[in-house]
C-alpha cells in the first residue's frame, strides 16, 4: 500500500484540496503507485466525495487529535507551508512537499519553504506546479531531517516568523 497525505493543519486551503482531488492529479499519484490518498482538509469548504475501489481509496476528514497515524502511514506528505506540520513530518523522516499558498499574504511561510528546500529536506511548490512536481520530483535526492535539532529549527522559526515556540 503506498499512501499519500494531504494535510492543511487547522486552517483550510481550498485551492489545494481541489487541485489535489482534480482528475488529472488523481491519474499522477495513481501512475506515480499511490493506492490511498488521505485529505485532512481543516476549515476548507471543498470537500472531495469519498470513495474506494480495488485499486484505489480516497479518504477526506477535517481534523483529528493527532496526525501521527496518517503520518506514520504515508509515504508522502503533501503540507500547506505552516510550520508545524512541516516540522512534525520532517521529525517523522517522511518525504514531504510544502505547498505555498498564494492568496495568504504571509510569505514567512515561503522563506521557510526556501530555507528548508536548499538545504535538501523538503520540495515545495504552488497549488498550479503541484501537478508537474509530483511527476518529475526524485524522492530519492531529499535529506533526512537531523531529528533532535528542534531548538536548531525553533530558531530559525523565531527569526523567520518572529515566533517565541510554544512548549
Known sequence: MKCLFVTVG??????LIACVSAHDSL???KSL???????Q??????VPETFSTESFTLDVYRYKESL????????LVVSHAGAGSCLETLEKGKPLVVVINEKLM??????LARKLH???HLFYCTCSTLPGLLQSMDLSTLKCYPPGQPEKFSAFLDKVVGLKNKH
Open 68 to 75: 501521527k497515524e496518517d503520518l506514520q502511514k504515508a509515504d
Open 33 to 39: 503507485g499511490y493506492n490511498r490518498l488521505i485529505l
Open 10 to 15: 487547522t486552517t483550510s486551503f481550498d485551492d
Open 106 to 111: 504571509n510569505n514567512h511561510q515561503l522563506e
Open 118 to 120: 536548499k538545504e535538501g
Open 27 to 29: 491519474q499522477i499519484i
Open 41 to 46: 482538509i481543516g476549515r476548507g469548504t471543498v
